[in-house]
Structure formats: structure tokens, C-alpha cells
């Protein structure tokens, strides 16, 4: 058993100076970081509880028209939180569609966005080839159980996925996190956020040691109207993506001002699908034009020996979940 010592940091400023003890990582709802933690997977040395944080538990509006979530918001408050859920219907989808009613009551919004993939071969410590677990030990999955696993944006490190549904929605709605540091703030755009596993699988954002999400701010709305979350999975509750979809368009009639599409369950981070969004942009939104832009989405998707049929079934969540977002009917590839 590993020893830890514990901490309740009461403000931002504390919780910085007791992350400089080497071996720290902060704790929210814990909901990840625990099993994480029981399962020999994550060996911190002191834990920084950040829950009591004054100040990052509000969703307010930003003076632009936008909104800041703070980083200890819990899930099902942002999901219900009124201005959420008119302004940023899809983002209030997406956290529904996460977990379970329990967790989501206890998961934070910025350990929702530093939560670790699914993959067995990382959970599993019984595996002994995890490069994300173990750099440089291989990677079990390329060759073994892989349905759940990457079809975009995989390097032969690591093919993991990143499991977060919100991260999902604040792909496609250009959201920007918000970190605090001793060395003082910075924002990092969602895009950059998470990273692809090129020969660093270990590292799964760009978030430095000792800096501390404390919020996510949301461009004011321009996709109120016209957005939708879908998510397929095994289950139809309490499962993770095999392959979801956050679609917010802006419409002028049937013509696509601009589309913002970001795909789920396909990569080691939410995946802007941007070549759809130029063929769609400034298109009539008809069967033909989504069937080609979804297509085109795929174009270099590389599925391993488990997980071909992620390849048409994302083309397929693509076509619905636009056309849900646009109002219309239809669905099929
Ligand atoms: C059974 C189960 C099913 C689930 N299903 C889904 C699902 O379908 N979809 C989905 O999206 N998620 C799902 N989740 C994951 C869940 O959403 C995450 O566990 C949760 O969002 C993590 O938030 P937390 O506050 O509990 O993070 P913690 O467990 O407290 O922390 C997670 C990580 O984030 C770091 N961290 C936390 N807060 C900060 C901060 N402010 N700044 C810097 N670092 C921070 C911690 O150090 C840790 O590394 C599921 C989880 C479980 C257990």
C-alpha cells in the first residue's frame, strides 16, 4: 500500500504552493483519480483536495455574452444550470449523457476534462505493456482487444481514445480552459488542450505540472438553435462512447452558415472533423452534401483488426446528428 498524506486546500493560491510538493496531484470528486489509485494505476504522494476551492463552484455570464463554468462545478449542476441549458443545449446533452445521476453529482468539470481513457491494457496493471501506463513498455491493444479503441490520430505508442463526453461539446463549441499557476494564468483553447499520443502517450493535455484548471469559458452562443449530442454506445446509460458526435451548426434556412462538428470515442482526443465542416459550410444541407462530408470525415480514419465498423458507424452518427441539429429528418448513410 502506498502512503499519502492529504491535504484541504481552502483557496487557489494554497492549493498552488502545496502543489509543489513533488509526487502532488489535486483531487475533485475523485471519481476517476480513486479508481485510478485502487487499481495501482496512479501513485500520487499527497493529494491536494480542491473541492472547498472558493469561487470556482459558479456558472456565470462573461461580459462578451459568453459563459465561465467554474472548474469545480459538478457535472449535473452544469447540466441543469438554466443558462446552460438554453444557451448550450448541447453542452448540457453531453454531460447527461455521461456516467451515471451519482457520479455526475460528484464529478467536477475540470477532472472531467483531465479524466483518463478506458483502455483495459491501462486500467489492468496485470498487463504489463500499457506505454501509457509504463513508457515504453508497448501497447497491448494494437494487437489484442481494440473495438473500442482509436480509428483517427493513433501513432504506434498508443491507439487509447479519450472517454470525456463534455470534452466532446467543448470541442465543437471552441471553448477555452482557464489554469492558474504560481507562475499566474493562461488559456489554453480545448483544441490544444488534449493531445494526440504521437511518441508521449503518457501525457495525455498540455496542462503543466502544478497548474490547476479553474475554469471554461464558452464563446457567447451562436448555436443555441441549431446543435445536438449523440452518443452510441453498448448500453443505452452508464457506457462510453464508441463513437459520438456534438454537432452545432448555424443555419440561414436550409444553408449551412457554418458548422462546428467534433467527433467522440474515435481518437485520443475529441476530434474536429474540419474537412466536414468546409464541405458543409455555406452548402444547402442536403442528403447528398452530408453523405460526402461524412464520407470525406473519414477519409483517414485507420480502424485496427477490432473496430472497422467505427468507420461507417461514424459516418452514420455524423449524417444524424446533423440532421438532428438542422431539425430534419433522415439518418442512413
Ligand atoms: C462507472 C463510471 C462511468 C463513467 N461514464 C462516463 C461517461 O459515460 N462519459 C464521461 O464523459 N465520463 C464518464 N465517467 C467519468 C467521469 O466523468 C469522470 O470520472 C469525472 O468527470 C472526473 O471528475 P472528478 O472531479 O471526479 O475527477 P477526479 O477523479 O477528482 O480527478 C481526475 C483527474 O483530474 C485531475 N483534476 C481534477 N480537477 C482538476 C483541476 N481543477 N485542475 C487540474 N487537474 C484536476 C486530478 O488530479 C485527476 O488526475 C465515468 C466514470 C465512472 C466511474
Redesign the pocket.
Known sequence: MDAISYERAVDVSSALRAAQQPGT???????????LMKGGVEHPVHLVD?TRLRGLDTIGTLPDGGLRIG??VR?SDAANHALVREQYPLLSQAFL????PQ?RN???V???L??RTRCGYFYDTAFTQCNKRQPGSGCASIEGQNRTHAILGASSQCVAVN????SVALAALDAVVRVSSLRGERTIPIAEFHRLPADRPEVDTT?QPG????AVDLPPLLFSEHSHYLKVRDRAS????LVSVAAALQMDGNTVKTAHIALGGVAHKPWRASIAEQMLNGRPLTDATLREAAAAAMGEAQPLSGNRFKVLLAQRSIVRAVNQAAGRTGGVV
Not at 449523457?97 to 451515471?100: I, L
Not at 497548474?211 to 479553474?214: Q, R
Not at 452508464?238 to 462512447?241: R, W
Open positions: 496531484m489535486f483531487i475533485g470528486g475523485g471519481t476517476n483519480l480513486l479508481d480542491i472548474a469545480l457535472n449523457s455521461g456516467a451515471s457520479l460528484m464529478a467536477t475540470g477532472g472531467n483531465m479524466q472517454p470525456s463526453d463534455m496542462l497548474e490547476l484548471i479553474t452508464y457506457a462510453f462512447a
